[in-house]
Nanobody, 121 residues
């Protein structure tokens, strides 16, 4: 059994900052990638940032230079530091972890419960 627990969302004014955290727990054999996605009302879920096993990162163009993804491998935790937030960043943010739960088992996607980020004055 694997669980992803997110924290750190909330209400912030434009230009402000928030830090999201997502901790994976359970019987984890290996983690291939960890990432953050978001979904605004009436829109499709989109990729925000991804960090892979070797440490490489990818960001959506809309957040480059403002958001930073990082991880603590010892804690199976991924973070998203969000600076210079804009109203268009308002969405539910979801953590995603691609991991294997045992030797010889397939790579699967696991999702957090989502955390609301609202950027408004």
């Amino acid at each position: 059994h694997v669980q992803l627990v997110e924290s750190g969302g909330g209400l912030v004014q434009p230009g402000g900052s928030l830090r999201l955290s997502c901790a994976a727990s359970g019987s984890i054999f290996s983690i291939n990638a960890m990432g953050w996605y978001r979904q605004a009302p009436g829109k499709e879920r989109e990729t925000v940032a991804v960090i892979r096993g070797v440490g490489s990162t990818n960001y959506a163009d809309s957040v480059k230079g403002r958001f930073t993804i990082s991880r603590d491998s010892a804690k199976n935790t991924v973070y998203l530091q969000m600076n210079s937030l804009k109203p268009e960043d308002t969405a539910v943010y979801y953590c995603n972890v691609k991991m294997i739960l045992g030797f010889g088992r397939p790579l699967n996607d696991y999702w957090g419960q989502g955390t609301q980020v609202t950027v408004s004055s």
